[in-house]
């Protein structure tokens, strides 16, 4: 695994490029499990998101800047890639596929409405400054969060008093809000290339709306499945399931995995 610029990172692999684009809170590391898995398929990246890991500081907050920064390294490959996203990476994968068509082959969607208006970070900040920071070791994190503690020491780094999230919450309840003011349905009726929205049973997300917009996506190019038992965090809650229906999806518009012998 290489680290390069503003949080970037190769995980190996060849063949077509295929980015991870994270929750929020998260960062690339969180998918070390699935890129592994994805090598077969071309080369698998990660990528911080602005805020968050390695990535660049400071807003605007806006979807569309996030889509910006995807597109700025997808540039950088010479052909379009796969965009695998989880919640807010989700979203950002959409919107990227949907203004710079040019740049992205295909999308996964992992448990992301496109309206949720009406909702606000009230809703979690309680729960959030909840948690007992700074935690007293990783064993701590992983603990407190129980089956998605592997994710979370990922999304957490060591202080002189012990460790604390790496993104700041003031910085994530500014990007949540927006999801709150307004609706995507505009971009995913944009997007030109095949989607799977991959849906946890137990989501929180507004009900029907990730069915709805498989269909939404023009062409009939978009699938929808729902996970049972799974949650938000699909892909660590479930992740053969998930890897399953990712590699399907991924057999189809890239072609069969190369394995080497």
């Known amino acids: 695994m290489v680290i390069q610029r503003d949080g970037l ?5 060849d063949g077509p490029p295929i ?9 690339a ?3 070390w499990r699935v890129a592994r898995r994805l090598e077969p398929y071309g080369r698998v990246f990660g990528l911080d998101a602005r805020g968050h890991g390695r990535g660049p500081r400071g ?3 806006r979807t569309e800047r996030f889509a910006d920064d995807v597109a700025e390294v997808l540039r950088t490959f010479g052909e379009p890639a796969v965009l695998i996203g989880h919640s807010m990476g989700g ?4 919107v990227t596929a949907a203004t710079h068509p040019e740049l992205v082959r295909a999308v996964v969607c992992e448990d992301f409405a496109p309206d949720q208006r009406g909702r606000t970070v009230d809703d979690w900040r309680g729960y959030f400054e909840s948690w007992p920071v700074p935690f007293r070791s ?9 089956d998605t503690g592997d994710y979370f020491i990922e999304c957490v780094e060591e202080r002189e008093d012990g460790y604390h999230l790496i993104a700041s919450l003031a910085d994530l309840y500014e990007i ?3 999801w709150g003011r307004r609706d995507f349905w505009e971009y995913v009726e944009r997007v030109e290339c095949p989607l799977l929205a991959i849906e946890g049973e137990r989501t929180a997300m507004p009900h029907g709306q990730q069915a709805e917009l498989a269909a939404r996506v023009p062409g009939g190019l978009g699938r929808h499945i729902v996970v049972q038992g799974a949650g ?6 479930a992740p053969e399931t998930y890897l399953g229906a990712v590699e399907a999806f991924l057999s189809d518009v890239i072609g069969q995995p190369f394995f080497a012998s």
């Open 232 to 237: 938000h965090v699909v892909h660590d809650e």
């Open 91 to 94: 979203l950002h994968a959409w």
């Open 9 to 13: 990172i190769t995980f190996g692999g």
């Open 19 to 27: 980015v991870l684009l994270h929750g929020l809170m998260g960062r």
């Open 59 to 61: 807003g605007p907050w």
């Open 176 to 178: 949540a809000a927006e």
């Open 138 to 146: 990783l064993a701590h994190v992983r603990a407190f969060f129980g």
């Open 29 to 31: 590391t969180t998918w």
